[in-house]
């Protein structure tokens, strides 16, 4: 009879699993770091699209409305012309509200982005 032998692979030790990127990954030319911007980018072209859509949509909405209804073109409201009641109150303040919502979604990103930065580097 042969006797047995025991064949064991070599024990491998895991790196350590990174919970959190570290503000100096940022800087560092591997893939790592190019996978933290673009989710960084990512984020804020999300951030951008969902307020230019509605703002491209209110934009064009009164030319659109002006060339299916020609009399938009020519109607007035209390003495002034419609168009400038339109820009006055229905453009413009809508697209302020937009700019400060997209102020607001552009600091939240940026500020998840610095807390898991800051999170690594504790």
């Not at 060339?67 to 413009?92: D, K, M, N, R, W």
Request: zero cysteines.
């Amino acid at each position: 009879m042969t006797e047995r032998q025991v064949v064991r692979a070599p024990v491998r030790h895991s790196p350590a699993v990174r919970q959190s990127p570290a503000a100096g990954d940022l800087y560092q030319p591997d893939n790592y770091a190019k996978t933290l911007l673009s989710s960084l980018i990512r984020a804020q072209l999300g951030a951008t699209v969902t307020v230019l859509v509605p703002a491209a949509a209110l934009l064009l909405l009164y030319p659109l409305l002006a060339v299916l209804v020609p009399s938009l073109a020519h109607a007035s409201v209390g003495g002034l012309p419609l168009t400038f009641v339109v820009l006055g109150g229905g453009i413009y303040p809508p697209l302020v509200i937009l700019g400060f919502w997209y102020r607001r979604r552009a600091s939240r990103v940026e500020e998840r982005f610095a807390e898991l930065l800051e999170e690594r580097d504790d």
